[in-house]
């Protein structure tokens, strides 16, 4: 099991960029996929992106060329790169971390895409 943390959620006008970060309570190292998933008000949690253990990534089409998931093992850290952000990305963003069949999520972080 993994506690994880979300930050760096925030009010951005659409187009701007927004950088979350995921911090891990132990190694990251062995998990064997970690993601970033988001629930808008009234619809259902959906996948953002992933990334593996061994680096390969994989993108809703919604986001696929605006927003780059990374990770760093020695930081035990996760990002989000969110770029050229729309309306349509307000949403609570959350971490998770799949390790073999245990799924853990962190509590969420607020972000809002608005003028």
């Known amino acids: 099991q993994v506690q994880l943390v979300e930050s760096g959620g925030g009010l951005v006008q659409p187009g701007g960029s927004l950088r979350l970060s995921c911090a891990a309570s132990?190694?990251?190292?062995?998990?064997?996929?970690m993601g970033w998933y988001r629930q808008a008000p009234g619809k259902e949690r959906e996948l953002v992106a992933t990334i593996t253990r061994s680096g390969n990534t994989n993108y809703a089409d919604s986001v696929k060329g605006r927003f780059t998931i990374s990770k760093d093992n020695a930081k035990n850290t996760l990002w989000l790169q969110m770029n050229s952000l729309k309306p349509e990305d307000t949403a609570v963003y959350y971490c998770?971390?799949?390790?073999?069949?245990?799924?853990?999520w962190g509590q969420g972080t607020q972000v809002t895409v608005s003028s």
């Open positions: 998770n971390a799949d390790s073999y069949g245990i799924s853990d």
């Open positions: 132990r190694s990251i190292f062995s998990i064997y996929a």
